[in-house]
């Protein structure tokens, strides 16, 4: 009889949740697909949640892999290396559903911030790729607008599975790959036509951008500069009863984020607080603005 490999309880779990979901899918109905009891599931995952982490990090694996394939394929035409891209992302990406937590994972202080990061970065990814690809099909000047038209096509496709009541057929894929492939050409052709202005929202520039191309939500902003401040804090010489102090406020502040009615006048107050340090002035000054207080 062949031993079961963590490996084995991955795939059966990525065929559940995209089936079922994530949320509808219990370790007992992983351990029965990988042929096991539940109790032998815990040897190999602590929990549903790393187990999910295993699945993302997996379907990375895989979408590096297919990414780099297509890279390989010079003969293609770009308009048809955008469409296998499009079936790419459709077959490793979306198919799962595991792209839908980001919607429901909480950023900040949670236990699951690591499975958002690794959403994030498969995410990111393929965004990076996809401009690299609208590049090659509509030349430099599309540049300014890629990440708006990735925005478009993301959002296709994810109201595309929302709105599905069964799993997409492989003919269903090809046409949605090919319907989005019409789609991006009509918006590139918009947004170079130079008889109309076009207002960009996702550039490079944009204020849901940091350090990286990657597009930034509010939350994951916040996320971003919290954890900055927390690395600050922990590098810095200070007292310890003073450093102590500002790591307490600040979890404080992580704490009041978190909550969904964000008391205002408490947020202010531990930021005055924690601004008096020059070490963290302008991060604080950055939290302000995204919070717009």
Same mark, same amino acid.
């Given at each position: !009889?062949?031993?079961?490999?963590? =490996?084995?309880?991955?795939?059966?779990?990525?065929? @559940?949740?995209?089936?079922?979901?994530?949320?509808?899918?219990?370790?007992?109905?992983?351990?029965?697909?990988?042929?096991?009891?539940?109790?032998?599931?815990?040897?190999?995952?602590?929990?549903?949640?790393?187990? +999910?982490?295993?699945?993302?990090?997996?379907?990375?694996?895989?979408?590096?892999?297919?990414?780099?394939?297509?890279?390989?394929?010079?003969?293609? /035409?770009?308009?048809?290396?955008?469409?296998?891209?499009?079936?790419?992302?459709?077959?490793?990406?979306?198919?799962?559903?595991?792209?839908?937590?980001?919607?429901?994972? /909480? +950023?900040?202080?949670?236990?699951?911030?690591?499975?958002?990061?690794?959403?994030?970065?498969?995410?990111?990814?393929?965004?990076?790729?996809?401009? =690299?690809?609208?590049?090659?099909?509509?030349?430099?000047?599309?540049?300014?607008?890629?990440?708006?038209?990735?925005?478009?096509?993301?959002?296709?496709?994810?109201?595309?599975?929302?709105?599905?009541?069964?799993?997409?057929?492989?003919?269903?894929?090809?046409?949605?790959?090919?319907?989005?492939?019409?789609?991006?050409?009509?918006?590139?052709?918009? !947004?170079?036509? /130079?008889?109309?202005?076009?207002?960009?929202?996702?550039?490079?520039?944009?204020?849901?951008?940091? =350090?990286?191309?990657?597009?930034?939500?509010?939350?994951? %902003?916040?996320?971003?500069?919290? %954890?900055?401040?927390?690395?600050?804090?922990?590098?810095?010489? @200070?007292?310890?009863?003073? %450093?102590?102090?500002?790591?307490?406020?600040?979890?404080?502040?992580?704490?009041?984020?978190?909550?969904?009615?964000?008391?205002? #006048?408490?947020?202010?107050?531990?930021? @005055?607080?924690?601004?008096?340090?020059?070490?963290?002035?302008?991060?604080?000054?950055?939290?302000? #603005?995204?919070?717009?207080?």
């Amino acid at each position: !009889m062949k031993k079961i490999t963590s =490996d084995d309880i991955i795939y059966a779990a990525l065929s @559940l949740f995209s089936e079922k979901g994530y949320d509808a899918t219990s370790v007992d109905e992983i351990a029965r697909e990988s042929g096991m009891v539940k109790a032998s599931f815990y040897k190999y995952f602590q929990s549903k949640e790393e187990l +999910l982490l295993g699945t993302i990090v997996l379907i990375e694996k895989l979408l590096d892999a297919d990414i780099k394939e297509l890279y390989l394929k010079h003969q293609l /035409p770009s308009r048809e290396k955008l469409r296998q891209l499009n079936l790419i992302a459709l077959g490793r990406i979306y198919k799962n559903k595991v792209h839908l937590l980001v919607y429901s994972v /909480p +950023l900040i202080g949670s236990k699951e911030e690591k499975i958002a990061q690794a959403i994030d970065r498969v995410e990111h990814h393929l965004s990076n790729v996809m401009v =690299d690809f609208l590049i090659d099909a509509y030349g430099e000047s599309i540049n300014d607008y890629a990440y708006d038209i990735g925005f478009v096509v993301k959002s296709i496709i994810i109201n595309s599975f929302r709105m599905s009541d069964s799993e997409l057929s492989w003919t269903e894929h090809q046409t949605l790959a090919e319907f989005i492939v019409s789609i991006t050409d009509m918006l590139a052709q918009g !947004m170079l036509s /130079p008889d109309v202005q076009h207002q960009i929202m996702w550039g490079r520039d944009s204020v849901f951008h940091e =350090d990286s191309d990657q597009i930034w939500t509010k939350g994951r %902003q916040i996320a971003h500069v919290l %954890q900055h401040m927390e690395a600050v804090l922990k590098q810095i010489e @200070l007292d310890e009863a003073i %450093q102590n102090e500002h790591m307490q406020i600040l979890s404080r502040l992580q704490g009041e984020l978190s909550e969904q009615n964000v008391e205002t #006048a408490h947020v202010k107050a531990l930021l @005055l607080f924690l601004e008096q340090l020059p070490e963290l002035q302008e991060d604080c000054t950055k939290l302000k #603005a995204i919070l717009e207080v």
